[in-house]
């Protein structure tokens, strides 16, 4: 079963909302989506040449268990891995684990 379309809209908002529109031409804050999960990617236009693509670092994961309802929350090491985050576990509840990644102000997430 794929991502729940309302879970989806809700993370895309939330992406949105973290997106400063001052700043909207240098950094964005946007998710990449799969079938069982939802990567929440910062990006950055290119320094060197207009004509790239926009850079994409890849901030946190939320992976989504149909059998459950539940999402988890997944933080990057520096070798590109995601590990589960042991500080909050697997919830119902998206919105926790979107507050956990904004406001927990762990640099684990952004840095």
Do not use: N
């Amino acid at each position: 079963m794929p991502v729940p379309e309302l879970d989806l809209r809700r993370i895309k908002k939330w992406c949105k909302q973290e997106t400063s529109p001052l700043h909207a031409d240098q950094l964005r804050v946007e998710a990449d989506v799969t079938s069982t999960a939802v990567t929440i990617v910062e990006t950055r236009p290119p320094w060197d040449d207009p004509t790239s693509e926009w850079t994409r670092d890849p901030v946190a994961r939320l992976r989504y268990t149909a059998t459950t309802g539940e999402w988890s929350l997944y933080w990057r090491d520096r070798h590109l891995r995601f590990h589960r985050c042991d500080q909050v576990p697997p919830t119902r509840q998206l919105q926790v684990l979107l507050d956990v990644v904004a406001e927990s102000g762990d640099p684990i997430f952004w840095g």
